[in-house]
C-alpha cells in the first residue's frame, strides 16, 4: 500500500514536471506570460483520450496529442504575436476560457460535464503499462525527454534569440532577428509538451472532464515555475517535488476532504509570496518575475 502510495505521488511528480518544463520554455526562456497552459494540457488529454477510445494505437494518440496542442499553441500565437506583459496574460488567459467552454459544452464529442470514462492504459508493441510501476518508467522517460529538449533548445542559436526576445525584443528586432516567428515557434513547441503531460495524465486517470483542467491548475503550474525560478530547468525540478509533496501531510491529519484542497492552495500562495519576498528569481531563475 505504502509503496503504492509513493508510486502515485512519483507518477504525478514526473506528469507536473513535463508540464512545468513546457511553461518553462515558453514563459521563462521566451518572456510570454501565457496564463493558457492548461489549455494545452486539456487539449492532449482530449485529443488522446478520443483517439484511444476510437481504437487509435498509444503512441499514435499520444503524438496526436502532441500534435494538436501544437497545432493550438501556433493558433493562439497569431492574433497575440504583438502582444505584451499584461495583454498578452489577459488573451491567453481567454483562450483558456474558450478551451474549457468547448470541453463543457461540445457534448457530441467530450461527453461535456459527463467527462470521458474507459480511457485505456497505454500499450506499446504488447508491452501493457497498466501496472503503476510500469507507467512510472513511461511518465519518466517523458519527462525526461522534455527536460533533455528544452535545455538543449536553451543552448542552441534559437534559444539565444528566444533569450534576446525575453530580455529586450526592440534590440532583438533591431539586430534582424524575426521576434515574432520565434516566439509562435515557442509557443508551439511548448504547448506541443503539454500537449504531452496531458496524454499522460489522461491515460493515467483513465478519466477526464472539464473540471480537471481549471484555474486550480493554472495557479499549480506557474506556481512551480515562479518557484522554481524563471529559464531555471534545475530549479524547476526541485519545486514541482516540493510542491507535490509538500500538501501531502495534510492526508494523514485527520482533515476532511474538503479541507485539504484549500489547504493545498494556501500553501501554494504562502510559499509563492514568501518565494517572491526573499528570492525574487526563485530557486535558481536568472530573470525575476515581473
Known amino acids: 500500500m505504502i509503496e503504492a502510495y509513493f508510486t502515485h505521488l512519483l507518477i504525478l511528480i514526473c506528469i507536473y514536471l513535463t508540464l512545468a518544463i513546457s511553461l518553462q520554455l515558453s514563459m521563462g526562456f521566451t518572456g510570454l506570460f501565457n496564463l493558457g497552459h492548461i489549455a494545452f494540457y486539456a487539449i492532449g488529454a482530449y485529443a488522446s483520450a478520443l483517439a484511444a477510445l476510437a481504437g487509435w494505437p498509444f503512441l ?4 496526436a496529442a502532441g500534435a494538436t496542442a501544437a497545432i493550438a499553441g501556433w493558433i493562439l500565437s497569431l492574433p497575440t504575436a504583438r502582444l505584451k506583459g499584461d495583454y498578452l496574460a489577459l488573451a491567453t488567459l481567454g483562450f483558456f476560457f474558450v478551451v474549457n467552454a468547448v470541453a463543457l459544452n461540445w457534448n457530441d464529442v467530450t461527453k461535456g460535464a459527463l467527462g470521458l470514462p474507459g480511457i485505456p492504459k497505454p500499450e506499446i508493441m504488447g508491452v501493457s503499462f497498466a501496472d503503476n510501476t510500469a507507467f512510472l518508467g513511461l511518465a519518466a522517460l517523458t519527462a ?23 530580455d529586450d525584443e526592440l534590440a532583438a528586432r ?16 511548448s504547448a506541443l509538451f503539454a500537449g504531452l503531460a496531458g496524454s499522460l495524465y489522461a491515460h493515467y486517470i483513465t478519466f477526464i472532464d472539464p473540471f480537471t483542467f481549471n484555474i486550480g491548475e493554472l ?3 506557474l506556481a512551480m515555475v515562479i518557484i522554481g525560478g524563471l529559464a531555471s530547468l534545475e530549479g524547476t525540478v526541485l519545486a514541482v517535488v516540493v510542491l507535490v509533496l509538500l ?8 482533515m476532511p476532504s474538503s479541507i485539504v484542497g484549500p489547504a493545498r492552495q494556501a500553501i501554494y500562495a504562502a510559499i509563492l509570496l514568501l518565494i517572491l519576498a526573499r528570492r525574487p528569481r526563485g530557486f535558481g531563475g536568472r530573470v525575476e518575475a515581473q
Open 60 to 63: 499514435a494518440a499520444f503524438a
Open 144 to 166: 525526461a525527454a522534455c527536460f533533455l529538449a528544452v535545455r538543449r533548445i536553451a543552448k542552441t542559436p534559437f534559444g539565444n534569440v528566444l533569450q534576446a526576445v525575453r
Open 219 to 221: 495557479i499549480t503550474v
Open 247 to 254: 500538501p501531502e501531510p495534510l492526508r494523514f491529519i485527520g
Open 174 to 189: 533591431s539586430l534582424g532577428k524575426d521576434a515574432t516567428k520565434a516566439k509562435a515557434t515557442a509557443l508551439c513547441a
